[in-house]
């Protein structure tokens, strides 16, 4: 359906989501694992349609093109989620149009960047209880909170799962100790 060797333009695909509509959204990556501070964005969330029921796709939509350290996408609640390491962003499209309503909104930020390796913050899913969950890997510790959350109102986790409730903008982690959860 949308494999990097017959369809170069989803290079380096880091995680995929099925919308409502039975579209296929990607976050592709140029730059995973490089990150260089200063560096141009050039993440993409894209979205494949199969329009004529061939099992292939045939529409390519760019949603966003501006992401940097992409590592994952949900779509719900009037928008788009994106990990876009070091933040959680929301990005609005409440008409449902395939064009963001405005820019991102840093939702949470202080998720660990470096090393790299597996250490980033990945996998959004929503959960059946409306919460969306995430992983967090294994080198590195995170501080996440919304941005101007102090220290002490911030959520520690390396190595586990955690999640984030839109209307209440809480979050909490929900596990602890795993291996590499990428």
């Known amino acids: 359906f949308a494999g990097e060797e017959r369809f170069p333009e989803i290079?380096?695909?880091?995680?995929?989501?099925?919308?409502?509509?039975?579209?296929?959204?990607?976050?592709?990556?140029?730059a995973y694992p490089h990150v260089?501070?200063?560096?141009?964005?050039?993440?993409?969330?894209?979205?494949?349609?199969?329009?004529?029921?061939?099992?292939?796709?045939?529409?390519?939509?760019?949603?966003?093109?501006?992401?940097?350290?992409?590592?994952s996408v949900e779509v719900g609640h009037g928008g788009v989620w994106?990990?876009?390491l070091p933040q959680l962003l929301f990005i609005p499209d409440a008409d449902r149009d395939d064009v963001p309503d405005g820019p991102p909104r840093v939702v949470l930020d202080g998720f660990h960047l470096g090393p790299i390796g597996h250490t980033p913050a990945n996998g959004?899913?929503?959960?059946?209880?409306?919460?969306?969950?995430?992983?967090h890997g294994i080198q590195a510790t995170s501080a996440i909170?919304?941005?101007?959350?102090g220290e002490s109102q911030r959520v520690r986790i390396t190595t586990g799962v955690w999640r984030y409730h839109p209307p209440r903008g809480r979050v909490e982690a929900v596990l602890h100790g795993m291996t590499n959860s990428w």
Not at 21 to 27: E, I, M, N, Q
Not at 43 to 52: G, K, N, P, Q, T
Not at 145 to 149: D, I, L, Q, R, V
């Open 124 to 135: 959004l899913k929503w959960g059946p209880d409306g919460w969306l969950y995430a992983r």
């Open 11 to 30: 290079a380096n695909p880091i995680q995929c989501r099925w919308d409502s509509h039975g579209r296929l959204w990607v976050s592709t990556s140029q």
């Open 36 to 71: 260089y501070p200063g560096a141009e964005p050039r993440d993409r969330l894209v979205i494949l349609e199969d329009a004529d029921g061939d099992g292939r796709h045939d529409r390519r939509t760019v949603f966003w093109d501006q992401a940097r350290m992409l590592t």
């Open 145 to 149: 909170g919304p941005p101007a959350a």
């Open 82 to 84: 994106a990990i876009c």
